[in-house]
Structures are given as C-alpha cells and as structure tokens.
C-alpha cells in the first residue's frame, strides 16, 4: 500500500514551490481516488501492451518480465467471492452489494454481480462438481446458445450471461448451493491505523483526513485514524504523485506542476 501522508506532503510542496499557495486536503481528497482508478486502468492496458510484447519476443524473460510484473501487481486485486442465489420474491441487500432487481423467469438461476468488480476471471458452482461456467456478455450470443440444439446449456456445460447488476446462470436444474466468482475487484483504500492496519477498506476511498488545517501557513494536523492509505502497490508511488499533479495542476493552473508532470512522464 501507498501511505497517503507521504503522497500529500510531496503533491503539496510541489504546488507550493512557486508560492501559489497550498494544496488543501479537501482538493487533495477530491482527487485521490480519481488518480488511484487511472494507475489502476493503466495497470490493464499496460498487461495488454506486455502480452504483445511477449508475442514478438521483446518481453524480457523471468524476473524481469513486464508482463510478469504486472500479473503480479495485479493479483494484488483478485477475490473469490460466494453469491447467493435470488429468488423473486423481493428486493436483495448485501453490504457492498446492493442490488434491485425485478422477479426473474424460472429457466435460470440469479445472482447479485458484486458491484466492486472490475473484471471477471471464472464462475463456477460450489457443490461438490465445482462445475466450470462458460462466461457470457453479449446478448445476442446468449441467445444463439439458449436457442441451440446442440450447445443449449447443461448441467455439466453451465453458461452465465453476465448483466449489469445480476448475472443468470443457465439451467436452473443444477444442483447449485452457491456460485464463486473469482475477479478483479476495484482498488478502494487500505486502514492506516488501529487493529485493521494494512487490511482492506472496501467501503471507502483514499483519503487524507485531518483535525485542523491552518490556511495561511499551510501546516495541517492529519487525523490518522480516519485517513485512508491508497490502495495500489509500492513501486506505483511516484506515477500516483504525477498523476495527482497532473490533476490538481489543471486545477490551480500550476505551471511548475504541469512542468513536473510533463519531466516524470517523458521518463515512463
């Protein structure tokens, strides 16, 4: 995890270096999770870029695999989760998760989707067969399989077509307790004090909370057990500062920050 003290004080004597003033913790906050869901989206599209560079052989070979480093980082972000069967008889609430939903045919079996997840990895059902479920988002390809002699779904080649809020597991006849999924969840934030610290805070972003905040010296008293750590891995610190910088720059139309964001990204 990335401390958000440390994140900051150095976002702050950056905006400060021409004495334009300070960087609030209200706009800094503003800004955090903002920053934190950009690295991580860049977390994705660089495994892509890595993967095609596997291809061509221009990905270099163990430790210093980008494409390792990234599949690493990124399983920082993988959950099983087990979701419990909807039935129609009213409206489903689970802490994280809430959901509505209207009654459901009978053909199919429903399941709050988590709405925490970024992407899906694998379904499968948590009895004793531990049946892989073949994914589905489309539409259109759901219908071809459902109206498909030969791939209509089974008990032993379940489909889940996956919705915004549910997702419909294909038949209904299968002897389901409970469906996991396994997926990339969303970055939230990470405790910076007491017996959780460390541990996760699905419920909150990063934050950089504080007691008292002097608005002509800049100097602020942080509230420690309120504030939120990022929730990205180590090494990203400097890439979340210049993006940070780069958000808040536009913000105060800072040229020293937009300087520093255009230095550290000429570097990447």
């Known amino acids: ?48 870029k890595s993967k095609s560079l596997r291809r061509s052989d221009n990905d270099p070979a163990r430790h210093m695999s980008t494409m390792q480093q990234l599949e690493e980082d990124l399983s920082y972000y993988i959950e099983e989760r087990l979701l419990p069967e909807i039935d129609d008889e009213g409206d489903l609430s689970i802490i994280g998760t809430q959901i509505l939903f209207e009654p459901q045919p009978d053909e199919y079996i429903t399941v709050a989707r988590p709405l925490d997840i970024k992407k899906i990895i694998s379904i499968r ?84 909370a504080f007691i008292q905040v002097n608005q002509i010296s800049g100097f602020v008293v942080q509230d420690v057990a309120n504030s939120r750590n990022f929730d990205l891995p180590e090494h990203y610190k400097n890439d979340l500062i210049v993006e940070l910088s780069k958000l808040i720059g536009i913000r105060l139309r800072d040229n020293f920050m937009f300087q520093y964001m255009n230095t550290e990204e000429s570097k990447q």
């Open 125 to 208: 059902s948590s009895d004793q067969t531990r049946n892989s479920v073949e994914i589905v988002h489309d539409a259109e390809k759901i219908n071809r399989i459902l109206n498909s002699n030969l791939s209509s779904p089974t008990e032993d080649f379940p489909v889940a077509f996956v919705k915004d809020s549910t997702i419909q597991i294909f038949p209904d006849t299968m002897a389901i307790d409970n469906i996991v999924v396994m997926f990339y969840r969303q970055p939230r934030s990470r405790y910076v004090f007491g017996d959780n610290i460390g541990g996760s805070d699905l419920d909150n972003l990063p934050r950089y």
């Open 1 to 48: 995890m990335i401390s958000i003290s440390e994140v900051y004080d150095a976002v702050r004597d950056l905006a400060n270096k021409d004495q334009k003033g300070f960087v609030t913790p209200a706009v800094f906050n503003t800004f955090a999770g903002v920053a934190q869901q950009n690295i991580y989206n860049k977390m994705f599209d660089g495994l892509v």
